[in-house]
């Protein structure tokens, strides 16, 4: 699986638009970008995953470049809660044996 | 519907000692995997199944066992615990053809 890139923290005033961005340069054209968080520690929660278009979903929306070699993590009004580390994590599907290759995350800090 | 249960969530053993963590999910998943997270660290993959009878390596299985006799259950092994086993783990199911993950809770070991 291709490797990804992110920062290793951000932050973000609540009520405000938090951008996560990730890179992935060497990705496959049959890899999906998926994002996770962990909350303090808990399981890791799935937010959002995607091919080639943007999505969205309740939690967030995801813009993938157009050559695939980068995205942002979009939570469009930020609250406290939101205060977690976010992974970014390419993978071939689904059910394929392949592990999720978490790596270390951004680490997003809401403040007051 | 419980989701991932994992059993217990802390424990304590000795060097040598062996304990079997419990992972059940109720979300008639194929796929199963387990996960240790160390301080500051993502996860990494220890093993997985992609269905009953069916178990495979990950990314540092070495000190552990696995088997999976039913869909619902994925026990993880220790057979005689160390140190560097200290860490927590989670446990995780993914369905066909979905690409989202659900973890358990964890479960945090602490090895003396």
């Known amino acids: 699986d291709a490797k990804t890139t992110q920062p290793p923290s951000m932050d973000c005033a609540e009520g405000r638009a938090a951008n996560l961005p990730c890179n992935h340069s060497?990705?496959?054209?049959?890899?999906?970008v998926y994002w996770y968080r962990q909350i303090h520690s808990q399981g890791p929660q799935y937010i959002i995953h995607?091919?080639?278009n943007n999505e969205t979903n309740e939690m967030a929306s995801l813009i993938i470049t157009e050559d695939r070699k980068s995205s942002t993590l979009i939570l469009p009004h930020a609250t406290l809660r939101d205060t977690a580390v976010y992974y970014c994590?390419?993978?071939?599907?689904?059910?394929?044996?392949?592990?999720?290759?978490f790596g270390k995350g951004t680490s997003l800090l809401v403040t007051p | 519907n419980a989701g991932v249960t994992q059993t217990p969530k802390f424990q304590v053993l000795k060097t040598g000692q062996s304990m079997t963590l419990q992972c059940a999910q109720d979300?008639?998943?194929?796929?199963m995997s387990w996960y240790r997270q160390d301080p500051g660290m993502g996860l990494r993959l220890i093993h997985y199944?992609?269905?009953?009878?069916?178990?495979d390596q990950g990314e540092v299985p070495n000190g552990y066992n696995v088997s999976r006799s039913t869909t619902e259950d994925f026990p993880l092994r220790l057979l005689s615990a160390a140190p560097s086993q200290t860490s927590v783990y989670f446990c995780?199911?993914?369905?066909?053809?979905?690409?989202?993950?659900?973890f358990g809770e964890g479960s945090r070991l602490t090895v003396l």
């Open positions: 995607g091919l080639k």
């Open positions: 994590i390419v993978r071939v599907g689904s059910n394929s044996g392949y592990a999720l290759n």
């Open positions: 979300m008639n998943h194929e796929y």
């Open positions: 199944s992609v269905g009953a009878g069916i178990t």
């Open positions: 995780a199911c993914e369905g066909a053809g979905a690409g989202e993950l659900f």
């Open positions: 060497t990705i496959s054209g049959n890899e999906y």
